[in-house]
């Protein structure tokens, strides 16, 4: 399913028309015949992933318990046991990504994730660093000298990591003369 394409249609719809069609989808996330589906491919320890909907992105966990309505998990990053719906579990490897569309190139909270490298202008000069927060206005990013900053999405642009070490090193070199 490509995310980007329904997104965009979406942009078009009323607020009700969103409302009824978020209905539609929760009794669809419930329904016992998806979820049977689900549970008759897992098995107690297998590797898999999840999406962490504040983090915007998969993260890789273990299954350690099947239960009637949810899944224990391992998750790996952060070492901790949680349990999660069945229709957070990503089994068939389903590309995730929500790419900015290429008639504005405009970054948003659908579009970002946690551990992005991302970019601002601040007096003339690109400030970059990763994102750490993603939040209902703005992110929260930091450098590569810990300096935090929360900016609105209007003002963000991609960035690549070696974009990161070369800002800071220029930052740092201003600041010494």
Request: glycine share 4%.
């Amino acid at each position: 399913m490509n995310y980007t394409h329904l997104l965009n249609e979406l942009k078009q719809a009323k607020v009700f028309e969103l409302y009824r069609l978020s209905v539609a989808i929760n009794k669809e996330l419930e329904n016992p015949t998806r979820i049977l589906a689900i549970k008759k491919r897992l098995w107690i320890g297998m590797e898999l992933s999840y999406f962490h909907h504040v983090e915007n992105r998969l993260r890789r966990a273990k299954l350690l318990e099947i239960k009637q309505k949810n899944v224990l998990l391992l998750e790996y990053q952060k070492n901790d046991r949680l349990i999660v719906p069945y229709f957070m579990l990503n089994i068939d490897g389903t590309d995730t990504e929500i790419h900015e569309t290429e008639q504005n190139g405009s970054l948003t909270a659908n579009n970002l994730k946690v551990g992005d490298c991302v970019g601002f202008n601040k007096d003339g000069q690109t400030v970059a660093g990763v994102i750490k927060r993603i939040n209902p206005k703005t992110v929260t990013l930091v450098t590569r000298d810990n300096r935090r900053w929360r900016v609105a999405y209007a003002y963000l642009h991609r960035v690549h990591e070696s974009e990161i070490v070369s800002n800071t090193f220029l930052e740092q070199g201003n600041q010494e003369k």
